[in-house]
């Protein structure tokens, strides 16, 4: 496994197996990147995050979670070890996450409102504020549909994705 700086690309950690065109790849802050976010906003990325008043992730172009506040992680009920680094259809356990390609690549998740939300905001920069997104999820074998808002608002070269029950 290797895992690159969401910002800047740099490696972060490589691990000596599974290297190759199979290789996982995750993601993560390195520390310069980290001091820059924490120098331009004035107050550690961490702190920031857990002073909003809902749950929200950091997620890169490609919907893959960077970090969580706490709110986010009692939302979703996992800690950052199983939120950081995983695409947003792994971290909601949406069905079409565990189907061949994962999370991006089926033919589903062309309509996802949560990865169509977030590329959205990214390229254009517009915010995107309470738009109602279906997931079918599976907990345990236990399959249900639930219902969210998200929003999105772009942050440099990430987005802060809220998420709400409906």
């Known amino acids: 496994m290797k895992i690159l700086c969401a910002f800047c690309d740099k490696e972060i950690l ?3 197996d599974n ?3 199979n290789e996982i790849i995750s993601h993560g802050v390195c520390q ?3 001091n820059h976010i924490k120098a331009t906003m004035g107050v550690d990325l961490y702190e920031y995050l857990d002073m909003l008043d809902y749950p929200v992730l950091l997620v890169d172009d490609d919907v893959t979670v960077l970090t969580a506040n706490t709110k986010a992680k009692a939302f979703v009920g996992k800690d950052i070890v199983k939120i950081a ?3 947003g259809g792994e971290v909601f356990e949406c069905i079409h996450a565990k189907e061949p390609g994962g ?3 089926t033919v589903h998740c062309s309509g996802c409102t949560i990865r169509n939300s977030v590329t959205e905001t990214f390229k254009t ?3 995107i504020n309470k738009k109602s997104a ?5 907990i345990d074998g236990i399959t249900q549909t639930i219902e969210l ?8 070269d990430v987005v802060i994705l809220k998420v709400e029950y409906v």
Request: aromatic residues 4%.
């Open 14 to 16: 490589s691990g000596d």
């Open 19 to 21: 290297e190759g065109p």
């Open 32 to 34: 310069p990147c980290f």
């Open 85 to 87: 680094g995983n695409k």
């Open 103 to 105: 999370c991006g690549k």
């Open 125 to 127: 920069g517009n915010i």
């Open 134 to 138: 279906t997931i079918c999820q599976e």
């Open 149 to 156: 808002l998200i929003s999105t608002r772009k942050e440099g």
